[in-house]
C-alpha cells in the first residue's frame, strides 16, 4: 500500500538527488530562498533553471497531496496577520543568515562548511525555543 513506503526516506533522497545535480549540472547551490530571490529581482540568464527549480518543488507537492492523503493537512486557528509577520521574519532571518535551511542544511552541510554548521545550529535552536515558548511559554498556540 502507497501510504505505508518511507516517504520521509523517499523526500531526503529526492532532495539530496536535486541538490547534487543543481550544483553538479549548474554550479548553483540550492537554497530556495535565494533562488526565489532571483526570480523577484532578476538578472539576465538567470531565470529559466530558477523557474524550473521552483516549478519541481510546486509539481513534486501538487503530484503527492492526492497520492498521499492526510499527508498535507493544514493547521487551522493561526491568525493571518500573525502568519504574515511569521513569514517576513523568516524572509528576514534567510537574508540575515546568507541562505536558508535548504542552502546551508541540505548543501552547506554536504560541502562541510563551517559557516553552514553554525546557521543550522542556530536554525534548530531557535526553532527549539520558538517552539517552546508558543506550546509550552503562554505564546500563540
Given at each position: 500500500m502507497i501510504a505505508d513506503?518511507?516517504?520521509a526516506l523517499a523526500g531526503g533522497v529526492l532532495i539530496g538527488l536535486s541538490a547534487t545535480?543543481?550544483?553538479?549540472?549548474?554550479?548553483r547551490v540550492a537554497g530556495v530562498s535565494g533562488i526565489l530571490a532571483g526570480v523577484l529581482v532578476?538578472?539576465?540568464?538567470?531565470?529559466?533553471?530558477?523557474?524550473?527549480f521552483l516549478a519541481g518543488l510546486m509539481?513534486?507537492?501538487?503530484?503527492?497531496?492526492?497520492?498521499?492523503?492526510g499527508m498535507a493537512t493544514p493547521r487551522t486557528g493561526f491568525a493571518p496577520p500573525l502568519l504574515v509577520a511569521a513569514g517576513l521574519l523568516?524572509?528576514?532571518?534567510?537574508?540575515?543568515?546568507?541562505?536558508?535551511?535548504?542552502g546551508h542544511g541540505v548543501?552547506?552541510?554536504g560541502r562541510l562548511s563551517m559557516r553552514s554548521l553554525v546557521a543550522v545550529a542556530t536554525f534548530m535552536a531557535t526553532a527549539v525555543l520558538t517552539t517552546w515558548l508558543v506550546r509550552h511559554g503562554g505564546g500563540w498556540a
Open positions: 513506503w518511507p516517504w545535480l543543481l550544483l553538479w549540472l549548474t554550479g532578476p538578472r539576465r540568464g538567470e531565470l529559466a533553471w530558477r523557474w524550473a509539481l513534486v507537492g501538487a503530484i503527492a497531496i492526492p497520492l498521499l492523503p523568516v524572509g528576514f532571518g534567510a537574508s540575515l543568515g546568507n541562505g536558508c535551511t535548504s548543501c552547506g552541510l
